[in-house]
Antibody, heavy 117, light 105 residues
Framework: QVKLLQSGAELVKPGASVKLSCKTS????????MSWLKQVPGPSIEWIGW????????NYNQKFKGKATLTVDKSSSTAYMDLSSLTSEDAAVYFC??????????WGPGTMVTVSS | DIQMTQSPASLSASLGETVTIECRAS??????LAWYQQKPGKSPQLLIY???SLHTGVPSRFSGSGSGTQYSLKINSLQSEDVASYFC???????FGGGTKLELK
């Protein structure tokens, strides 16, 4: 069955960067679109961007350009998201999800990112 | 960008009751809408796609309808396991509604 396993919670200092991972199984990763989403208490959800695992092509929400960088490793069926220059505004739970057509059909459990000195 | 307005923000209902949650788009989204359920401490799970298609494994008491700018999610015969937050999401720039928190009365 489809599984998305995300890396553990992160505590990072303001101004630092962090790299989150999402290891997948149960579907053909190399022909899939993988997305990342952000959720803060409220509890609003924002789409950050997607990456096509086949060729690494990306599409970002304008709001997250320069903040998030999406990459994949096809050999391990893993998607990654780098978040740079972290501030308190970046504290959130980050989800990876498979983009099936135009909706998110399978989600990872989420990674909590805390930004604090 | 297309904006999604979801209502109500919170809802209290009794077991066995029928519940309806609504989403309004700022312009026509041509049935490009999905609904998700999120239980506390968990990730969202897809319920409905293309406005009215039930995702695999989702109980038939969930249904979606609507067209144009107005869409709704209906839960028939509310069960205790349906206590959760619900979100709509439109396809055109992957924008989500603000969510509806459903509790038992």
């Amino acid at each position: 069955q489809v599984k998305l396993l995300q890396s553990g919670a992160e505590l990072v200092k303001p101004g630092a960067s962090v790299k989150l991972s999402c290891k997948t199984s149960g579907f053909t990763f190399s022909t899939s679109y993988m997305s990342w989403l952000k959720q803060v208490p409220g509890p609003s959800i924002e789409w950050i961007g997607w990456i096509y695992a086949g060729d690494g092509g990306t599409n970002y929400n304008q709001k997250f350009k320069g903040k998030a960088t999406l990459t994949v490793d096809k050999s391990s069926s893993t998607a990654y998201m780098d978040l740079s220059s972290l501030t308190s505004e970046d504290a959130a739970v980050y989800f990876c999800a498979r983009l099936g057509s135009w909706y998110f059909d399978f989600w990872g459990p989420g990674t909590m990112v805390t930004v604090s000195s | 960008d297309i904006q999604m307005t979801q209502s109500p923000a919170s809802l209290s209902a009794s077991l066995g009751e029928t519940v309806t949650i609504e989403c309004r788009a700022s312009e026509d989204i041509y049935n490009g809408l999905a609904w998700y359920q999120q239980k506390p401490g968990k990730s969202p799970q897809l319920l409905i796609y293309n406005a009215n298609s039930l995702h695999t494994g989702v109980p038939s008491r969930f249904s979606g309808s609507g067209s144009g700018t107005q869409y709704s999610l209906k839960i028939n015969s509310l069960q205790s396991e349906d206590v959760a937050s619900y979100f709509c999401q439109q396809y055109y720039n992957w924008t989500f509604g603000g969510g509806t928190k459903l509790e038992l009365k």
